[in-house]
């Protein structure tokens, strides 16, 4: 008989490790010893950068995959034994949730409930918490497919709990995802937790979302890194965090960009107009005064603040050894010419409609040459319509679009030649290798002979491409997907480069290396409009504009956006807060004109 602490554990595994081999036969571990528990009625989070082996875990946990070595007991079950046992007492919602697009919602319910074998009982019980929790009761009529991504995803929830499971398993829930959508899907986990007392185990790209829970695990390389709660997490960093203001005529993502090349630096971030950073561990003691003789803090005032749960992540990080790549060098052939103050994008009275459906309805914006342009909005704002048009792939129905001086309504094919494009999912030729899919976008760029081996050689360089030259792209790391995608719209070496969620899914070190190689374009003049969910990455950008609905809401400095937001309750918002606010607003106004 077991006792009240055994009952108590939903999940343990002991020593658990996972090998798998590549095409070349070359073996690759996922996991090597990893070991945790997980209580019932808690939320635990697993986070880690790209092939920290946090996917191949969820999978196991689920019994889709048996372990190579260890135990892994799943609600008093020997997993490996039992799959199919465990199976039916879980939940499992993976990173692309298979749902079926040409079917409604209700269609959808009723598909799963029929693979679980729910009773027309149970259904009638279960159904209405289900749509009342997602919010989906007023369009079960709805195909998926013409949901928002938002939508998706809550759908994507309730179908994986039709079957009233014991254990939730979730894999990065939220990829993709606004932030609106975002925290509504968290208020149904926190619900799940809190008054079902379910047991969810889930992996995030978010580290704000890891501080939600009651316990996380850090994981690296296959490893656990570390298992404890968000604040024990935060404690690895005390006394290493600092906010700093960027001395005077320096862009805060300038002087972040300094700050994150430095060895005795683990992290960089600008915040608020601030920059916020992370000394290491082996770094002396930094005071509030203005340092003298450091040429890169000379003019700044730096001040001590508490440190996050992202801060003790970092550190984790560099406490592994793991050398932290230097991107700072990037450096274009030539630095893009023309007058710094000059217009590079001008939208005018713009408007795209498909058929009586107008997704874009009369936006107007600016972009100046060598500025780093946001536009933000929740899914099916008219972001990737908009981008589709810039880029000369979609005609406008009506209005004014010139991109690097032409108008786009006229000249698409000789402005595409001045623009480079990063699409929202990986678009490149996923049986072709790196060096294939760099020959043939070279080539559709019209580039030949030596400057085209020069210009796949600089790609290759600048991005570190060279140890997977010859593997197929669909096999890359997520983050060397995203570092060829570049690499690829960079060769032509446009003067505009269009972004379009580059950093979705990505994880925080692969972020930061992004950003690190936008800012050093933006500073050789490139112009860089970008589309992103991580309100964070906002603070990046010269200027903003958020959409929805296919109008621009608000447009400004972050410093103005923020000040969307600004209330005596909170005085200090965040970019989140200031998206959250310019939306539920101009929603709220619509909806009292609708009722008038």
């Given at each position: 008989?077991t006792?009240?602490?055994?009952?108590?554990?939903?999940?343990?595994?002991?020593?658990?490790?996972?090998?798998f081999?590549?095409?070349?036969?070359?073996p690759?571990?996922?996991?090597?010893d990893?070991?945790?528990?997980?209580?019932?009625?808690?939320?635990?989070?697993?986070?880690?950068?790209?092939?920290?082996?946090?996917?191949?875990?969820?999978?196991?946990?689920?019994?889709?995959?048996?372990?190579?070595?260890?135990?892994?007991t799943?609600?008093?079950?020997?997993?490996?034994?039992?799959?199919?046992?465990v199976?039916?007492?879980?939940?499992?919602?993976?990173?692309?949730?298979?749902?079926?697009?040409?079917l409604?919602?209700?269609?959808?319910?009723?598909?799963?409930?029929d693979l679980?074998?729910?009773?027309?009982?149970?259904?009638?019980?279960t159904?209405?918490?289900l749509?009342?929790?997602?919010?989906?009761g007023?369009?079960?009529?709805?195909?998926a497919?013409?949901?928002?991504?938002?939508?998706?995803?809550?759908?994507?929830?309730?179908?994986?709990?039709v079957?009233?499971?014991?254990?939730l398993?979730?894999?990065e829930?939220?990829v993709?995802?606004?932030?609106?959508?975002?925290?509504?899907?968290?208020?149904?986990?926190?619900?799940l937790?809190?008054?079902?007392?379910?047991?969810?185990?889930?992996?995030?790209?978010?580290?704000?979302?890891?501080?939600?829970?009651?316990?996380?695990?850090?994981?690296?390389?296959?490893?656990a890194?570390?298992?404890?709660?968000?604040?024990?997490?935060?404690?690895?960093?005390?006394?290493?965090?600092?906010?700093a203001?960027?001395?005077?005529?320096?862009?805060?993502?300038?002087?972040?960009?300094?700050?994150?090349?430095?060895?005795?630096?683990?992290?960089?971030?600008?915040?608020?107009?601030?920059v916020?950073?992370?000394?290491?561990?082996?770094?002396?003691a930094?005071?509030?005064?203005?340092?003298?003789?450091?040429?890169?803090?000379?003019?700044?005032?730096?001040?001590?603040?508490?440190p996050?749960?992202e801060?003790g992540?970092?550190?984790?990080?560099?406490?592994?050894?793991?050398?932290?790549?230097?991107?700072?060098?990037?450096?274009?052939?030539a630095?893009?010419?023309?007058?710094?103050?000059?217009?590079?994008?001008?939208?005018?009275?713009?408007?795209?409609?498909?058929?009586?459906?107008?997704?874009?309805?009369?936006?107007?914006?600016e972009?100046?040459?060598?500025?780093?342009?946001?536009?933000l909005?929740?899914?099916?704002?008219?972001k990737?319509?908009?981008?589709?048009?810039?880029?000369?792939?979609?005609?406008?129905?009506?209005?004014t679009?010139r991109?690097?001086?032409?108008?786009?309504?006229?000249?698409r094919?000789?402005?595409?030649?001045?623009?480079g494009?990063?699409?929202?999912?990986?678009?490149?030729?996923?049986?072709?290798?790196?060096?294939?899919?760099?020959e043939?976008?070279?080539?559709?760029?019209?580039?030949?002979?030596?400057k085209?081996?020069?210009?796949?050689?600089?790609?290759?360089?600048?991005?570190?491409?060279?140890e997977?030259?010859?593997?197929?792209?669909?096999?890359?790391?997520?983050?060397?997907?995203?570092?060829?995608?570049?690499?690829?719209?960079?060769?032509?070496?446009p003067?505009?480069?269009?972004?379009?969620?580059?950093?979705?899914?990505?994880?925080?070190?692969?972020r930061?290396?992004?950003?690190?190689?936008?800012?050093?374009?933006?500073?050789?003049?490139?112009?860089?409009?970008?589309?992103?969910?991580?309100?964070e990455?906002?603070?990046?950008?010269?200027?903003?504009?958020?959409?929805?609905?296919g109008?621009?809401?608000?447009?400004?400095?972050?410093?103005?956006?923020?000040?969307?937001?600004?209330?005596?309750?909170?005085?200090?918002?965040?970019?989140?807060d200031?998206?959250?606010?310019?939306?539920?607003?101009?929603?709220?106004?619509?909806?009292?004109?609708?009722?008038?």
């Amino acid at each position: 008989m077991t006792n009240g602490a055994e009952n108590s554990i939903a999940l343990r595994g002991r020593g658990v490790s996972k090998t798998f081999r590549r095409a070349s036969g070359e073996p690759v571990r996922a996991l090597n010893d990893v070991s945790l528990e997980v209580r019932h009625g808690t939320l635990t989070a697993l986070v880690g950068p790209d092939g920290a082996g946090k996917t191949t875990l969820i999978r196991l946990v689920a019994g889709l995959m048996p372990i190579d070595a260890g135990a892994l007991t799943v609600l008093g079950l020997d997993v490996g034994k039992f799959p199919q046992q465990v199976q039916d007492q879980i939940g499992y919602m993976p990173q692309k949730f298979g749902l079926y697009e040409d079917l409604s919602v209700q269609e959808n319910l009723d598909l799963y409930a029929d693979l679980h074998g729910i009773s027309a009982a149970r259904r009638a019980e279960t159904y209405p918490r289900l749509m009342e929790m997602t919010a989906l009761g007023r369009f079960t009529e709805r195909l998926a497919g013409k949901l928002s991504g938002g939508m998706k995803q809550k759908l994507g929830l309730a179908c994986t709990l039709v079957s009233a499971p014991e254990l939730l398993l979730l894999d990065e829930p939220t990829v993709g995802v606004d932030p609106l959508s975002r925290r509504e899907l968290w208020d149904i986990i926190m619900q799940l937790v809190a008054r079902e007392n379910l047991t969810v185990l889930l992996s995030t790209s978010y580290l704000d979302e890891a501080e939600r829970c009651g316990q996380v695990v850090v994981m690296h390389r296959g490893k656990a890194l570390a298992t404890g709660s968000p604040d024990e997490i935060s404690r690895i960093a005390a006394d290493r965090a600092f906010l700093a203001d960027p001395p005077a005529g320096r862009k805060a993502r300038e002087f972040q960009a300094r700050l994150l090349d430095r060895a005795d630096i683990v992290d960089a971030v600008p915040a608020g107009g601030q920059v916020r950073f992370v000394r290491s561990e082996s770094a002396g003691a930094i005071s509030g005064r203005e340092h003298d003789g450091d040429e890169i803090f000379s003019g700044a005032k730096v001040r001590a603040t508490a440190p996050r749960f992202e801060d003790g992540f970092m550190i984790l990080l560099q406490r592994t050894g793991a050398p932290r790549e230097a991107v700072g060098a990037m450096t274009l052939t030539a630095a893009v010419e023309g007058e710094r103050n000059g217009v590079a994008v001008e939208v005018r009275d713009l408007v795209r409609q498909f058929g009586s459906f107008i997704a874009v309805n009369h936006i107007n914006f600016e972009v100046a040459r060598g500025e780093i342009f946001g536009l933000l909005g929740p899914n099916g704002a008219g972001k990737t319509t908009t981008f589709r048009m810039l880029c000369g792939l979609l005609p406008a129905s009506s209005g004014t679009l010139r991109v690097a001086g032409m108008d786009l309504r006229r000249a698409r094919a000789s402005a595409r030649q001045r623009i480079g494009y990063v699409a929202q999912k990986f678009s490149l030729y996923g049986q072709l290798t790196v060096a294939e899919n760099l020959e043939f976008f070279a080539s559709a760029y019209s580039l030949r002979g030596g400057k085209k081996e020069a210009r796949i050689d600089w790609a290759v360089r600048q991005f570190d491409l060279g140890e997977f030259i010859d593997l197929a792209s669909g096999e890359l790391p997520g983050g060397f997907k995203q570092r060829l995608a570049m690499a690829a719209a960079l060769l032509h070496e446009p003067e505009l480069l269009f972004l379009d969620e580059p950093t979705s899914g990505a994880d925080p070190l692969a972020r930061r290396e992004f950003w690190r190689r936008i800012t050093a374009l933006a500073e050789q003049g490139v112009t860089v409009v970008v589309t992103t969910h991580f309100m964070e990455e906002a603070e990046y950008c010269d200027r903003i504009a958020i959409m929805d609905a296919g109008r621009v809401l608000a447009q400004g400095t972050p410093a103005e956006i923020r000040a969307h937001a600004r209330s005596d309750a909170r005085p200090e918002p965040n970019m989140e807060d200031a998206f959250i606010a310019v939306v539920e607003t101009a929603r709220a106004e619509d909806a009292q004109r609708g009722a008038a």
